[in-house]
């Protein structure tokens, strides 16, 4: 039963390739939004808050971070309360739960503004819907009724006639340059698998272990 054991251990491998083997089976598997992480955030204070956000890139080496260390990129506006609690603390962590495949991910680190370039990219890429409700929303702040913000947003697709909708200045990304990684495998009895992985900046190498569950 041990080799047993020892064979299914999380292997110590570059963390971000196994990432990507457990983002590629959770996009075969998950019924909804693989990319879905949850995003916690701090105050200077340290009030934490959470909230879901999607992953937009991942990778080792990825665009203007390939000097980096590489990382884990998500959009949002800079106006809203995360966006003020990032400004304020640029430090974030990061949960992966795929349910369907009995996996965890946690990842944390410092955060990087995307380049403009970037950031025009992704937007441009988006779904015309998405653009114009990004585009018309004071996001976080007060709304005294849905109907307010909806009519917002078919003002400015009257505005644009069918132009491309620009991105706006404070609409941007994030890139989350890991400082650990930690794997968790579920399994039967409560006996799970945790392997974490840290390093001391962007260009050191990894070290991991394994972690009582």
């Known amino acids: ?20 083997a457990w983002f590629a089976a959770a996009r075969e598997s998950e019924l909804n ?5 949850a995003l916690a955030t701090a105050t200077p204070e340290g009030v934490p ?3 879901m956000v999607l ?16 990382g884990f990129v998500f959009y949002t506006n800079f106006h809203s309360r995360k966006g003020g609690e990032l400004a304020a603390n640029p430090h974030v962590a990061l949960l992966f739960h795929w349910k369907s495949l009995r996996r965890q991910v946690r990842i944390e680190g410092p955060i990087t503004e995307v380049t403009p370039a970037e950031a025009d990219a992704y937007f441009a890429s988006r779904n015309r819907e998405s653009q114009l409700g ?4 004071d996001q976080s702040r007060p709304l ?9 947003v078919e003002a400015l697709r009257a505005a644009l006639d069918g132009a491309p909708v620009p991105r706006p ?8 340059t890991p400082s650990a ?14 392997r974490r992985f840290v390093r001391s900046g962007p260009d050191q190498p990894w070290s991991s272990t394994l972690l009582y569950p």
């Open 144 to 152: 005294a009724v849905r109907g307010d913000y909806l009519d917002r």
């Open 55 to 70: 992953l937009k890139g991942h990778g080792a080496h990825l665009g203007a971070d390939r000097a980096s260390g590489g």
């Open 1 to 20: 039963m041990k080799a047993e054991q020892d064979r299914d251990a999380i292997p110590h491998d570059d963390p971000y390739a196994i990432f990507e």
């Open 169 to 176: 200045p404070h609409w941007s990304g994030y890139r989350v």
């Open 134 to 137: 990004s585009a018309a929303s």
């Open 49 to 51: 808050s959470c909230r």
């Open 33 to 37: 939004d693989a990319n879905a992480m």
């Open 181 to 194: 990684i930690e794997f968790w495998q579920d399994r039967d009895h409560r006996l799970h698998e945790r």
